[in-house]
């Protein structure tokens, strides 16, 4: 008795009547050359190889690797069945296998790869939550613009010329990039999106491409922390002789409906914002300028933000470019962080504000000297001082409002 591939215990001289039956019936297996083996494995290879690169999810590769194996078995059996031909079964069951083995790893390490990459770059514009939730989900970057109420900030340096001049250009590089740094990590912490960069200027926008409900206060919040660390970075330059002069913020801040998205041509693009709403963050900062003050949002902001602020009314204005009067406020501070002198000073001027509007300048003018005397160094009540005391020497004109047109950006 013997062992064979069909029996344990053969009884051995069956094998020479096996021997006879098959050289007379002539039902001869044939086997392949080994070389043939291996050829047929390379190509199973590449085929494998080329459909699991086409292959995205996790799961269709898994069923594809577990059926092209089967596949591969149960056409090598209906070969040998059918036309007595066997071909050596281990390489081509291995080579498919491993094929999928092997790119399924490497489509891991590459896609982590990617992954890292994207949170890399990403991070230098947003913050890390964000940037981790776009890598989970990737459309929510999709090509093309979107229109989605949001929040724009715009930041510019007070007379940055004249810093410019008294440095050399090296020097003045690095000094910007010290404030750049200080204030962009301020917007990230924020979750807000870093748009751009114009010399000093930053472009930045809150609620896009990821939804956050209260844009608004987390913009403005923002804003209060940047004239925050402002203070703090001015102590530090003046303290090591790094600047001629302290640095000082304008900024603006609008909320409105804007296209947001992927923007430019196939070659060169940029995750932007545009609109007229986005036009008009960018005017409220410049607008900073006529009043002396330091943070302006549209009353399209205010109304988002719940009181968490503590602000003042000023004019209605007619920024350049657009025509619907904008409400100003400026933003002080957190109301809860908020001085007594300051929350004194917003009280009162609010009350001048409204006195001013409805042509009690006498009124007017005694508050907005309250005020100037609460805060000399406030320069927005001195100009309204100013204005009423004209108002109520040279009397009111003809056709006077309130609402002033803004001739300058």
């Excluded at 844009?215 to 970075?233: G, I, S, W």
Aim: with cysteine.
């Amino acid at each position: 008795l013997g062992i064979n591939p069909f029996a344990k215990a053969y009884a051995n001289v069956g094998t020479h009547a096996n021997i006879y039956n098959t050289i007379m019936t002539e039902d001869f297996i044939n086997p392949l050359p080994q070389w043939a083996s291996w050829a047929i494995a390379l190509a199973l290879c590449l085929g494998s190889a080329l459909a699991f690169r086409r292959i995205k999810s996790l799961r269709s590769r898994l069923s594809y690797g577990v059926g092209s194996t089967v596949a591969v078995f149960v056409g090598i059996a209906i070969v040998f069945v059918v036309a007595r031909v066997y071909v050596q079964l281990f390489v081509p069951l291995l080579s498919v296998f491993t094929t999928f083995l092997i790119i399924t790893i490497l489509r891991f390490v590459f896609s982590e790869q990617e992954k890292s990459f994207l949170r890399k770059a990403f991070t230098m514009y947003l913050s890390s939550d964000v940037v981790n939730q776009i890598v989970a989900d990737p459309s929510l970057l999709k090509l093309g613009g979107q229109e989605k109420r949001i929040t724009a900030l715009f930041t510019d340096i007070k007379s940055f010329s004249t810093l410019s001049e008294k440095v050399t250009p090296e020097h003045l590089v690095e000094i910007l990039n010290k404030y750049l740094t200080v204030m962009s990590d301020i917007v990230l912490e924020q979750k807000g999106t870093i748009d751009k960069y114009i010399g000093d200027a930053i472009v930045s926008f809150f609620g896009a491409p990821l939804d956050l409900p209260d844009h608004a206060t987390r913009a403005c919040l923002a804003a209060v922390r940047m004239k925050e660390a402002e203070k703090r970075l001015n102590e530090e330059l003046m303290a090591a002789n790094a600047s001629p002069s302290p640095i000082y913020t304008r900024i603006g801040v609008n909320t409105g409906a804007m296209v947001v998205g992927n923007m430019g041509t196939d070659n060169k693009m940029n995750y932007t914002i545009m609109g007229n709403d986005v036009n008009l963050a960018a005017r409220l900062e410049g607008v900073n300028k006529q009043y002396g003050t330091w943070i302006l949002v549209s009353e399209s902001t205010w109304n988002e933000t719940d009181g968490m602020f503590l602000g003042r009314k000023l004019d209605r204005v007619r920024v350049v470019g657009i025509e619907t009067p904008v409400q100003l406020y400026n933003i002080l501070g957190v109301r809860s962080e908020a001085s007594g002198k300051q929350v004194a000073l917003v009280d009162r001027f609010n009350l001048a504000i409204d006195a001013y509007r409805e042509r009690r300048f006498a009124d007017a003018l005694l508050l907005f000297t309250k005020c100037a005397e609460l805060a000399p160094e406030d320069d927005a009540s001195k100009i309204f001082l100013e204005r009423v005391r004209a108002l109520l020497k040279d009397g009111t004109p003809e056709g006077w409002s309130d609402i002033i047109n803004m001739t300058a950006k």
